[in-house]
Nanobody, 124 residues
Framework: QLKIVESGGGLVQPGGSLRLSCVVS????????IGWFRQAPGKEREGVAC????????NYANSVRGRFTISRENAKNTVYLQMSTLEPNDSGVYYC?????????????????WGQGTQVTVSS
């Protein structure tokens, strides 16, 4: 059973930066596409970024493109989400999810495995 643990959340001022980590155990990360999602209170969960395990291609939500960067280190079974120029609207619980699809795309996958999430609060 794949296990996912997120870390790195916290309180940051607008304009600040945070780096989230997603550590996968129970299987090798190289077999999985990884997505980062977030959910703010009263709002639906939304996809933020994802990275393919086949060709390393990345996709970003329009709201974070140019500010967030997703990367992976298969040797460490870890995926990162570097978040810069944070805005209050970026606040929420950030979740990491994995999908073992054979597709090279990371968008539109089922994402069968989820972590418990890490809270990000952007506020002055």
């Amino acid at each position: 059973q794949l296990k996912i643990v997120e870390s790195g959340g916290g309180l940051v001022q607008p304009g600040g930066s945070l780096r989230l980590s997603c550590v996968v155990s129970g299987d090798a990360l190289r077999y999985y596409a990884i997505g980062w999602f977030r959910q703010a209170p009263g709002k639906e969960r939304e996809g933020v970024a994802c990275i393919s395990h086949i060709d390393g291609s990345r996709n970003y939500a329009n709201s974070v493109r140019g500010r967030f960067t997703i990367s992976r280190e298969n040797a460490k079974n870890t995926v990162y989400l570097q978040m810069s120029t944070l805005e209050p609207n970026d606040s929420g619980v950030y979740y990491c999810a994995a999908d073992g699809s054979v597709s090279a795309k990371c968008v539109g996958l089922k994402y069968d495995y989820w972590g418990q999430g890490t809270q990000v609060t952007v506020s002055s």
